[in-house]
């Protein structure tokens, strides 16, 4: 019995110690709501549009779950991952376009090749080494920005505060070895329709 209280509370310990570890924030956008840069209401808009296209994408295909990513940002949609072949690619732009207040869209979804494991470590390695070196910058706010790599090309969503916030991101990806392109998708606060006070 002593064991089994015991036992009950590390477990109660160990799950609600993990709760505020994520970083998604409180309507899963994958950005704090207290750092955030946009305001709450667009956070909020934000949110509803990509839950409401990521429901939309999957009641296409079930196997997008897990290709497919898409990120919004003040209304702007951007869409990574890998599809079969043109004609899928085409059908997830056009359904983006379709979500309720969409300001733009843009598709780097990539056309599937075969697997290749070499290729596929590579692009997770170039994307640890980033997300590591924009945690340790205290410059920056790592939790702002989405990562992607894919064939040695990052590609790199979010916001940044200032362009030199912008600039010393650009500069840490340029130091990742065999990154052959770097893809910026990145927003400044002052461009941003509604700003937080």
Do not use: H
């Given at each position: 019995?002593?064991?089994?209280?015991i036992?009950?509370?590390?477990?109660?310990?160990?799950?609600t110690?993990?709760?505020?570890?994520?970083?998604?924030g409180v309507?899963?956008?994958?950005v704090?709501?207290a750092i955030?840069?946009?305001?709450?209401?667009?956070?909020?808009?934000?949110?509803?549009?990509?839950?409401?296209?990521?429901?939309?994408i999957?009641?296409?295909?079930?196997?997008?779950f897990?290709s497919?990513k898409?990120k919004?940002?003040?209304?702007?949609?951007f869409?990574t991952g890998?599809?079969?072949?043109?004609?899928?690619k085409?059908?997830?732009?056009?359904?983006?376009?379709?979500?309720?207040?969409v300001?733009s869209?843009?598709?780097?979804?990539k056309i599937?090749?075969?697997?290749?494991?070499?290729?596929?470590?590579k692009d997770?390695?170039?994307t640890?080494?980033?997300?590591?070196?924009?945690?340790?910058?205290?410059?920056?706010?790592?939790?702002?920005?989405?990562?992607?790599?894919?064939k040695?090309?990052?590609?790199?969503?979010?916001i940044?505060m200032?362009?030199?916030?912008?600039?010393i991101i650009?500069?840490?990806a340029r130091?990742i070895?065999d990154?052959?392109?770097?893809?910026?998708s990145i927003?400044?606060?002052e461009?941003?329709?509604?700003?937080?006070?």
């Open positions: 019995m002593k064991n089994n209280f036992i009950l509370s590390l477990l109660i310990l160990i799950l110690g993990c709760v505020g570890v994520s970083s998604t309507f899963g956008t994958g704090s709501v955030d840069p946009r305001s709450v209401g667009t956070q909020i808009d934000d949110s509803i549009m990509q839950k409401s296209l990521t429901t939309r999957l009641v296409q295909d079930k196997k997008y897990l497919v898409s919004v940002l003040d209304g702007r949609i869409l890998k599809v079969d072949d043109p004609e899928e085409l059908k997830l732009t056009k359904l983006a376009w379709e979500t309720q207040g300001r869209v843009r598709n780097d979804i599937k090749e075969e697997f290749n494991f070499k290729q596929s470590a997770l390695l170039i640890s080494q980033l997300r590591s070196a924009l945690i340790f910058n205290k410059q920056i706010k790592a939790t702002n920005y989405q990562i992607d790599t894919y040695k090309k990052i590609y790199i969503y979010g940044a200032n362009d030199e916030e912008k600039s650009l500069d840490e130091e070895s990154v052959e392109k770097i893809i910026a927003l400044l606060v461009d941003l329709r509604i700003q937080k006070d």
